[in-house]
Nanobody
């Protein structure tokens, strides 16, 4: 099992940047594919980005491609999401998640953090 704790959210103006972190417990972090999802009020949770076990391959939703960057540091048991050129429509609670296989569906992920709020003011 793995426990996940996100941090780094906050209030930022449109065009600004934030870096989210997700710290994982346990010694098996490197065996998990890590994903970031987000959920805005009244909307379903949606895929944002994912990174493979080694960090060698990344995946992005079309809506964030070119603006967000996912990375991981297996030595620190941490996955990051760098959010650049933020837009008001990026406002949501951001969650990190872990699973043994890559998927864009939140239903496939077994482990979740508590979420961190990102609010972008226009």
């Amino acid at each position: 099992q793995v426990q996940l704790v996100e941090s780094g959210g906050g209030l930022v103006q449109a065009g600004g940047s934030l870096r989210l972190s997700c710290a994982a417990s346990g010694r098996t972090f490197s065996t998990y594919v890590m994903g970031w999802f987000r959920q805005a009020p009244g909307k379903e949770r949606e895929f944002v980005a994912a990174v493979t076990r080694s960090g060698g391959t990344t995946f992005y939703a079309d809506s964030v491609k070119g603006r967000f960057t996912i990375s991981r540091d297996n030595a620190k048991n941490t996955v990051y999401l760098l959010l650049n050129s933020l837009k008001s429509e990026d406002t949501a609670v951001y969650y990190c998640a872990a699973d043994l296989e890559y998927s864009r569906s939140p239903r496939r992920y077994d482990y979740w953090g508590q979420g961190t709020q990102v609010t972008v003011s226009s």
